[in-house]
């Protein structure tokens, strides 16, 4: 008997004897399948209830990771693989290796459901760098490693900078006490207006003097 999708992958076997003419007893029917390329073939129940034939494909696929660092790397790191959400295999990535793995022959499709499975990963938290995870299953994940860099120190000394503003007061007021270019000039102006005030009153006394 053939089976396809015109037939919706059913059929029976009519008209079969439930004896046998031999000796009478009840004849127990079962079925095979003939090897589908492939595929795999579970066949469940009875002659009395049906058969049930599922066939599985049995393709397989490959996953590959590749490791890439932002900053110093670390020794290795560990790659998680999950198969629909749950965890199926693990590998350590290492420079040996070049930051490169495959988990290879990997089930296509669910032997359960049938549908395609959907394969993930996450990576195991490594100290002092953060993970980012790029791709997917078909065309292979890349797991981008970032070293986190310390905090710059801007942290100022407040005595010194008291200090500094001390001395700089200081400098400023000891500046501020010196007279200035324009108060100069102005003593200067006014001490020659004397002398010559005196160096006048001088003359004409002297004048007086004599032609008294």
């Given at each position: 008997?053939?089976?396809?999708?015109?037939?919706?992958?059913?059929?029976?076997?009519?008209?079969?004897?439930?004896?046998?003419?031999?000796?009478?007893?009840?004849?127990?029917?079962?079925?095979?399948?003939?090897?589908?390329?492939?595929?795999?073939?579970?066949?469940?129940?009875?002659?009395?209830?049906?058969?049930?034939?599922?066939?599985?494909?049995?393709?397989?696929?490959?996953?590959?990771?590749?490791?890439?660092?932002?900053?110093?790397?670390?020794?290795?790191?560990?790659?998680?693989?999950?198969?629909?959400?749950?965890?199926?295999?693990?590998?350590?990535?290492?420079?040996?290796?070049?930051?490169?793995?495959?988990?290879?022959?990997?089930?296509?499709?669910?032997?359960?459901?049938?549908?395609?499975i959907n394969y993930t990963i996450s990576e195991t938290p490594i100290d002092g760098y953060k993970s980012t995870i790029k791709g997917n299953q078909n065309v292979g994940?890349?797991?981008?490693?970032?070293?986190?860099?310390?905090?710059?120190?801007?942290?100022?000394?407040?005595?010194?900078?008291?200090?500094?503003?001390s001395l700089s007061e200081n400098t400023t007021s000891a500046v501020s006490g010196l007279p200035q270019t324009g108060d100069s000039n102005k003593l200067l102006f006014?001490?020659?207006?004397?002398?010559?005030?005196?160096?006048?009153?001088?003359?004409?006394?002297?004048?007086?003097?004599?032609?008294?």
């Amino acid at each position: 008997m053939v089976v396809d999708q015109s037939t919706q992958w059913s059929g029976s076997f009519d008209g079969l004897p439930q004896y046998d003419v031999t000796d009478g007893h009840e004849i127990a029917y079962t079925i095979e399948e003939v090897a589908l390329d492939g595929y795999s073939s579970l066949i469940t129940g009875d002659a009395k209830h049906g058969f049930v034939v599922t066939n599985t494909n049995t393709a397989k696929v490959t996953v590959p990771v590749t490791k890439q660092w932002v900053g110093t790397p670390s020794t290795n790191a560990e790659i998680i693989l999950y198969a629909d959400g749950i965890e199926k295999d693990r590998a350590t990535l290492t420079a040996q290796d070049e930051w490169t793995h495959e988990f290879k022959s990997l089930p296509k499709y669910n032997v359960i459901t049938g549908n395609l499975i959907n394969y993930t990963i996450s990576e195991t938290p490594i100290d002092g760098y953060k993970s980012t995870i790029k791709g997917n299953q078909n065309v292979g994940f890349t797991v981008i490693n970032t070293k986190i860099e310390s905090p710059i120190n801007n942290h100022v000394d407040s005595n010194s900078e008291n200090s500094d503003s001390s001395l700089s007061e200081n400098t400023t007021s000891a500046v501020s006490g010196l007279p200035q270019t324009g108060d100069s000039n102005k003593l200067l102006f006014f001490v020659c207006l004397a002398l010559t005030v005196s160096g006048v009153t001088l003359i004409t006394f002297l004048t007086r003097k004599l032609f008294l």
